[in-house]
């Protein structure tokens, strides 16, 4: 039985969700991953400006006049949600931490792809595979994904990133969309994640704190590890204690960006301060320039 506050709190996703579907990533999310190819569709007589390569000569013998073959593209894909759902996603300094962010934004993505018709499915990893939910159609099976987001509580608190793309790379058996959620606040995933983008389109979502970057100056600071839970002192009123914790968040972000880009996976960053809205789209119509 699920609490009435959390069944508001899906309740209210799926509203604000469905709302951004149908007026801002619907159409976006069609353009953005495209079908796996193109059908035969049907024949019509020659139009001045067709391209002859596309002229149907038997139907055009048995007509007495020239036809083309028209085609449409093979749309049915499937998505999978691979998401993050270790202890460092619990944190968040705004008041929304990182694994509600994930889970709304995850919503956006599966209604989305019901939209177009496409099979969703979810992968909830900490260091291990908590929970895989195969793909399916449907607007009740994507609230049941969300759902499972909101309400799963991982076993572990460690990561492993490997361990999820081995999985996806396991269980999808014809080429998918795998959007991979996380703060990668992980190491010896970058050959599993060059092995899936082979076989796979994959997209890496990677969720930010702006506490993970930079400390304010409050003093005396006791923090804990979230998947470890060692405790860590810190002076932040010390401006070299500062510069130090920001210099190490740089190099880890750009070590993750560098691992992500060798691995050819395209980036979306969203933060916990801010909206995923916007770096949603911006990602949506940086690929279809591209494309």
């Known amino acids: 039985m699920i609490p009435r506050e959390l069944f508001q709190k899906i309740r209210h996703v799926e509203v604000r969700t469905k709302g951004l579907v149908e007026n801002v990533f619907g ?6 991953f495209r079908g796996r190819g193109i059908e035969f569709s049907e024949v019509r007589p020659y139009q001045i400006g067709d391209d002859v390569r596309a002229i149907d000569w038997n139907v055009s013998a048995r007509m007495g006049e020239a036809y083309v073959k028209l085609f449409e593209e093979e749309r049915e894909q499937t998505l999978l949600l691979a998401v993050d759902v270790s202890g460092s996603e619990d ?4 008041g929304r931490a990182k694994r509600e962010l994930a889970a709304e934004l995850c919503a956006v993505l599966g209604f989305s792809a019901i939209r177009n018709n496409d099979k969703v499915g979810l992968l909830l990893f900490s260091d291990r595979v908590e929970r895989f939910v195969p793909p399916k159609k449907g607007r009740r099976h994507v609230l049941r994904l969300v759902r499972d987001l909101y309400v799963h509580r ?8 490997r361990a ?3 999985h996806a790379l396991h269980v999808l058996r014809r080429r998918a969309i795998v959007v991979l959620v ?3 606040l992980d190491a010896g995933y970058e050959k599993a994640l060059r092995t899936l983008a082979r076989k796979h389109d994959v997209v890496a979502v990677r969720l930010l704190d702006p506490r993970e970057e ?6 005396l600071l006791s923090l804990t590890d979230a998947e470890t839970g060692r405790p860590v002192l810190i002076d932040t009123g010390s401006r070299a204690a500062r510069r130090r914790f920001a210099r190490r968040a740089a190099d880890r972000e750009a070590a993750v960006a560098a691992a992500l880009q060798r691995a050819r996976v395209d980036t979306v960053t969203v933060r916990t301060d801010g909206d995923y809205v916007e770096p949603l789209v911006a990602f949506f119509k940086r690929r279809n320039r591209e494309r």
């Open 27 to 32: 159409g976006e999310y069609h353009s953005a």
């Open 91 to 94: 944190f968040g300094s705004g």
């Open 154 to 161: 991982p076993q572990s608190r460690g990561t492993s990133i």
């Open 164 to 166: 999820a793309l081995d």
């Open 182 to 184: 996380s703060d990668f």
């Open 214 to 219: 930079e400390l304010p100056a409050v003093g």
